[in-house]
């Protein structure tokens, strides 16, 4: 029985963080969640499904069950359900999970503010963005997304200012996206929010849920939490 769950932040195609915890720590029978950009798609399929072959092979003599979302990193095919590993899913937009008695729900997706330097279907896609469906939220305990709502992480146009000017509707839907977000969080009513994307850690608190943006490669212990 998988008794520690873990939330994991981006890693953006690079395992090798997470596989040296796991050994570090001697991590095992244990369900890890990450959060989003696990990097598919970047790489050629013959690479990435041998990469994914080997990873799944670790996890499973370790016992460990490996569940993702789509970020904005991630080719969204991936995530259409026609991958199959022994301890390796990657979960469609709005999945609902049980983990140690508790209700998960996942949904996926965000913009790429870099996303005018990238080439369609090769390191952007289309369809990668967040998509807002309210009838397909529940109420649940825990809520995994890969982007923010508006009163967690920053807001602040400065960081992407250099981004910002050279797409000009960047940021209208970068707010609709917040917004979306902590719409998602008063429906699903969770007690407890993480994320990752942002790229830095942070917690916040708004009626009654915490949400805890994630590091990249951070590796979170939330059985307690």
Same mark, same amino acid.
């Given at each position: 029985?998988?008794?520690?769950?873990? *939330?994991?932040?981006?890693?953006?195609?690079?395992?090798?963080?997470?596989?040296?915890?796991?050994?570090?720590?001697?991590? @095992?029978?244990?369900?890890?969640?990450? *959060? #989003? $950009?696990?990097?598919?798609?970047?790489?050629?399929?013959? @690479?990435?499904?041998?990469?994914?072959?080997? *990873?799944?092979?670790?996890?499973?003599?370790?016992?460990? $069950?490996?569940?993702?979302?789509? #970020?904005?990193? +991630?080719?969204?095919?991936?995530?259409?359900?026609?991958?199959?590993?022994?301890?390796?899913?990657?979960?469609?937009?709005?999945?609902?999970?049980?983990?140690?008695?508790?209700?998960?729900?996942?949904?996926?997706?965000?913009?790429?503010?870099? @996303?005018?330097?990238? *080439?369609? #279907?090769?390191?952007?896609?289309?369809?990668?963005?967040?998509?807002?469906?309210?009838?397909?939220?529940?109420?649940? $305990?825990?809520?995994?997304?890969?982007?923010?709502?508006?009163?967690?992480?920053?807001?602040?146009?400065?960081?992407?200012? #250099?981004?910002?000017?050279?797409?000009?509707?960047?940021?209208?839907?970068?707010?609709?996206?917040?917004?979306?977000?902590?719409?998602?969080?008063?429906?699903?009513?969770?007690?407890?929010?993480?994320?990752?994307?942002?790229?830095?850690?942070?917690?916040?608190?708004?009626?009654?849920?915490?949400?805890?943006?994630?590091?990249? +490669?951070?590796?979170?212990?939330?059985?307690?939490?």
């Amino acid at each position: 029985m998988n008794n520690a769950i873990y *939330v994991l932040g981006d890693i953006h195609g690079n395992w090798s963080p997470l596989l040296t915890k796991i050994d570090e720590y001697d991590i @095992r029978d244990c369900t890890i969640i990450c *959060v #989003g $950009d696990i990097g598919l798609g970047f790489k050629s399929y013959e @690479r990435q499904e041998s990469e994914l072959f080997e *990873v799944n092979e670790k996890f499973r003599k370790r016992r460990i $069950d490996f569940f993702g979302i789509r #970020g904005n990193h +991630d080719d969204p095919h991936y995530f259409d359900g026609g991958y199959e590993f022994s301890n390796m899913e990657f979960l469609k937009d709005y999945e609902v999970r049980t983990f140690g008695g508790k209700v998960f729900q996942f949904i996926g997706g965000a913009t790429s503010i870099d @996303r005018t330097h990238r *080439v369609e #279907g090769v390191s952007y896609w289309e369809n990668e963005k967040f998509n807002f469906d309210p009838n397909q939220c529940v109420k649940c $305990d825990v809520l995994i997304t890969h982007s923010a709502p508006t009163w967690s992480g920053t807001t602040d146009k400065g960081p992407i200012s #250099g981004w910002l000017k050279v797409d000009k509707n960047l940021w209208s839907e970068l707010k609709l996206e917040r917004t979306e977000h902590s719409r998602i969080i008063e429906l699903c009513n969770p007690d407890r929010h993480y994320c990752g994307h942002f790229h830095f850690k942070s917690t916040s608190k708004q009626d009654g849920c915490v949400s805890r943006i994630l590091d990249v +490669d951070e590796l979170l212990e939330i059985t307690h939490h």
